[in-house]
């Protein structure tokens, strides 16, 4: 079943790709009060773990996250006292029976800078996580981080430890690029960790790369990419560069100090796009995900337990980490030093809290994460809740088959082309009517990535989605 393809089926494309649901958060004004209502003394379920180590050595220009700069010197100790304090909140969560009858199925361990950590703390927070808690056998553990960080000790504790996958934040193999986006990454320091751990014997190496920035040549860009076919690497994230409002890069360029982007709706940058398509289908990667490639088998572990599977919970520790518990999406204010003082008071740093989940918005919430693979498969969706996607969503769907955006077919609602290229509007489709025009959720505290979806409903869904 198809439908006639229009070019423009929305009033203007939204690309920012986070999609945070439900999107509102709440300050938590009853403390640690909340904790019954994630009823932590019942049997658990398979989850994943999210760790935030919230420290950078310096800010990237165009960054709009939450990062604390260390200083390698670090006078106040900073780096002690908070993996003191991460590791007895991991001792904490680990005492409730939600955690110790479940199944740990993914770790990923980001921030800020995860490989940042000297390697005898990061060795001190995985060996109480496996101390701990019910690790799966066939777990995945992700450190994210930056290849300066890669000694020779912590190269070998990595290539011998608990971690099985490492994603470096490369960006660009281009010197002059990354200076200009203030990127701490440097190219030849990223092509010598990652041969240094595939010398190892440590084989599942993902990149970080992005496209469109400031003053990036096409031809730079497929230099790039060759790069990256003559590497080791299983698995490529890939991303246009943004320009995030009251960032220095975003004065820098006001000023005339750097180079305005390309609009990204041009031929130059859809081309870049299909370099990075060809390339990474001559080096047998397939887009499995929006904006992820990988080889067969190579898939993020991860992210198909967060948003393939049906209501998989997270357990987000660290400041500014967020979790997902008993259809409540909870998590803690940007403030390192307010994290520890409320571990060391024996308190959960909870500051932001939504409303718990419906029936009808864990419906919304599957379609929206399911989607990011392209595909509603029909079958697994009755199996999941015991209803039709067809019936469930059946102005959203006729909306969408209508405009050419996707096809029935072989029991799946599959995006088209033009879909893809839509996908963020699309998903945005079967977002709950009631959470448009919230504009009160601007005034409470809530994540740096979570920013972008709080602002989006606070404006009007015609805007994005017509009439």
Same mark, same amino acid.
């Given at each position: 079943?198809?439908?006639p393809?229009?070019?423009?089926?929305?009033?203007?494309k939204?690309?920012?790709?986070f999609?945070?649901?439900?999107?509102?958060?709440?300050?938590n004004?009853?403390g640690?009060e909340?904790?019954p209502?994630l009823a932590?003394?019942?049997?658990g379920q398979?989850?994943v773990?999210?760790?935030?180590i919230?420290?950078c050595?310096?800010?990237?220009?165009?960054?709009p996250?939450?990062?604390?700069?260390?200083?390698p010197h670090d006078p106040?100790?900073k780096?002690?006292?908070f993996?003191d304090a991460?590791v007895?909140d991991l001792?904490r969560?680990?005492?409730?029976?939600?955690f110790?009858?479940g199944?740990?199925?993914a770790?990923?361990?980001?921030?800020?800078?995860?490989s940042?950590?000297?390697?005898?703390?990061?060795?001190?927070?995985?060996?109480t996580?496996f101390?701990?808690?019910p690790?799966a056998?066939?777990?995945?553990?992700?450190l994210e981080?930056n290849?300066?960080d890669y000694?020779p000790?912590?190269l070998?504790y990595?290539?011998?430890s608990?971690?099985n996958?490492?994603?470096l934040g490369?960006?660009s193999?281009?010197e002059?690029?990354?200076?200009?986006?203030?990127?701490?990454?440097a190219a030849?320091?990223s092509?010598k960790a990652?041969? #240094?751990?595939?010398s190892? +014997?440590? /084989?599942?190496?993902?990149?970080?790369m992005? !496209?469109?920035?400031? *003053?990036?040549?096409?031809?730079t860009?497929?230099r790039d990419?060759e790069?990256l076919?003559?590497?080791d690497?299983?698995?490529?994230?890939?991303?246009?560069?943004?320009?995030?409002?009251?960032t220095p890069q975003?004065?820098?360029?006001?000023?005339?100090?750097?180079?305005?982007?390309?609009d990204?709706e041009?031929?130059?940058?859809r081309?870049?796009y299909?370099d990075l398509?060809?390339?990474?289908?001559?080096m047998?990667?397939?887009?499995?995900?929006?904006?992820?490639?990988?080889?067969?088998g190579w898939e993020?572990?991860y992210?198909?337990w967060?948003f393939?599977?049906?209501?998989? #919970?997270?357990?987000?520790? +660290?400041? /500014?980490?967020?979790?997902?518990?008993?259809d !409540?999406?909870?998590g *803690?204010?940007?403030?390192?030093?307010?994290?520890i003082?409320?571990?060391?008071?024996g308190e959960?740093?909870?500051?932001?809290?939504?409303?718990?989940l419906?029936?009808?918005?864990?419906k919304?919430?599957?379609?929206?994460?399911?989607?990011?693979?392209?595909?509603?498969d029909?079958?697994?969706?009755?199996?999941?809740?015991?209803?039709?996607?067809?019936?469930?969503f059946?102005?959203?769907?006729?909306?969408i088959?209508?405009?050419g955006l996707?096809?029935?077919?072989?029991?799946k609602?599959?995006?088209?082309?033009?879909g893809?290229?839509w996908?963020?509007?699309?998903?945005?489709e079967?977002?709950n009517?009631?959470?448009?025009?919230?504009?009160?959720?601007?005034?409470?505290?809530?994540?740096?990535?979570?920013?972008?979806m709080?602002?989006?409903?606070?404006?009007?869904?015609?805007?994005?989605?017509?009439?």
């Open positions: 079943m198809t439908a393809v229009t070019t423009q089926p929305y009033p203007q939204y690309t920012t790709p999609i945070l649901y439900p999107p509102a958060l709440w300050e004004r009853s640690q909340f904790l209502q932590l003394d019942q049997t398979d989850y773990m999210y760790l935030s919230p420290f050595r310096v800010r990237c220009y165009s960054c996250y939450f990062v604390d700069q260390l200083s106040r100790n780096e002690a006292r993996v991460i007895a001792e969560w680990a005492s409730y029976k939600r110790q009858t199944s740990l199925r770790i990923y361990i980001g921030g800020g800078t995860g940042l950590l000297k390697t005898a703390y990061l060795k001190r927070i995985l060996d996580i101390a701990n808690y690790v056998k066939d777990y995945e553990l992700t981080g290849a300066r000694t000790d912590k070998d990595v290539a011998d608990h971690i996958r490492v994603s490369v960006q193999f281009d002059s690029i990354l200076r200009i986006i203030g990127s701490p990454h030849q320091e092509v990652i041969n #240094e751990l595939s190892r +014997g440590f /084989s599942n190496i993902q990149m970080d992005m !496209y469109n920035l400031p *003053g990036h040549r096409r031809e860009w497929q990419l790069v076919r003559d590497l690497v299983k698995h490529l994230t890939t991303y246009l560069y943004r320009i995030h409002p009251g975003d004065k820098f360029i006001k000023m005339g100090k750097v180079a305005p982007l390309v990204k041009s031929e130059y940058v081309n870049m299909r398509v060809e390339a990474t289908e001559n047998g990667f397939h887009n499995y995900m929006f904006d992820h490639f990988c080889r067969p993020n572990v992210n198909e967060t393939l599977r049906n209501n998989v #919970e997270i357990l987000g520790v +660290g400041p /500014s980490a967020y979790s997902f518990i008993n !409540y999406r909870v *803690g204010r940007k403030d390192v030093e307010g994290y003082a409320a571990v060391n008071r959960h740093f909870i500051s932001a809290v939504s409303s718990q419906s029936p009808r918005v864990r919304e919430r599957y379609v929206m994460n399911i989607l990011q693979a392209f595909a509603v029909l079958k697994e969706y009755e199996f999941q809740f015991g209803s039709s996607f067809l019936e469930d059946k102005p959203e769907v006729e909306r088959l209508s405009r996707a096809e029935l077919a072989d029991d609602f599959t995006l088209t082309q033009l893809r290229e996908h963020m509007n699309v998903m945005l079967f977002t009517p009631d959470f448009w025009g919230e504009t009160t959720a601007l005034e409470h505290p809530h994540w740096a990535m979570n920013t972008p709080v602002d989006l409903f606070a404006g009007r869904r015609e805007d994005w989605l017509g009439a």
